[in-house]
T-cell receptor, first 112, second 117 residues
């Protein structure tokens, strides 16, 4: 299972764009890159997933370079409600028999 | 219905008690999971059920006993727990692995906050 490395914490201000980078040097060919968000005392929530290049949805964008050894989650114009822990996961839920490993996560704090 | 429900929300138990955590989903998902999360730490996988059969046990102590009575329900039976077992217990479910594509989206419940005295 690929190990991920993310910054432990980040600070931002409302209205700014936030980019959180995740390093995953030993990503396997079948692995997908997935990001989850977790608020205190709640379960994690799926944000976005990608395999290569760029993926965008209504919440975030995910940038993946050609070598796939890292990825960047981009949150446009953050608000106070985006304060949460963001987890980068690398794997393939089905080829790993249902096993996804959460890394340490990045605690994002958005200030007014 | 895209919700995973967990009961109870909070549970306080003594080390000699027997209690159960309950998880339910009605999304037709055939994979269900138990995770344990300590404060300021990431969720740790405990068990995976696939098509109501236990497929992964991450070397969890036998004082935790999972059960999947049907495709919508997942239980975690607790007996003779230790204070260090106090944590948030999260249940999750995901789509059928036979759906034809790899998709890492798991739907999590709000968790049960367990305190062992």
């Amino acid at each position: 299972l690929a190990k991920t490395t993310q910054p432990i914490s980040m600070d931002s201000y409302e209205g700014q764009e936030v980019n959180i980078t995740c390093s995953h040097n030993n990503i396997a060919t079948n692995d997908y890159i997935t990001w989850y968000q977790q608020f205190p005392s709640q379960g994690p929530r799926f944000i976005i997933q990608g395999y290569k290049t760029k993926v965008t949805n209504e919440v975030a964008s995910l940038f993946i370079p050609a070598d796939r050894k890292s990825s960047t989650l981009s949150l446009p114009r953050v608000s106070l409600s985006d304060t949460a822990v963001y987890y980068c996961l690398v794997g393939d839920l089905y080829n790993q028999g249902g096993k996804l490993i959460f890394g340490q996560g990045t605690e994002l704090s958005v200030k007014p | 219905d895209t919700e995973v429900t967990q009961t109870p929300k909070h549970l306080v138990m003594g080390m000699t008690n027997k209690k159960s955590l309950k998880c339910e989903q009605h999304m037709g998902h055939r994979a269900m999971y138990w995770y344990k999360q300590k404060a300021k730490k990431p969720p740790e996988l405990m068990f995976v059920y696939s098509y109501e059969k236990l497929s992964i046990n991450e070397s969890v102590p036998s004082r935790f006993s999972p059960e999947c009575p049907n495709s919508s329900l997942l239980n975690l039976h607790l007996h003779a727990l230790q204070p260090e077992d106090s944590a948030l217990y999260l249940c999750a479910s995901s789509q059928d692995r036979m759906a034809g594509y790899s998709y890492n989206e798991q739907f999590f419940g709000p968790g049960t906050r367990l305190t062992v005295l």
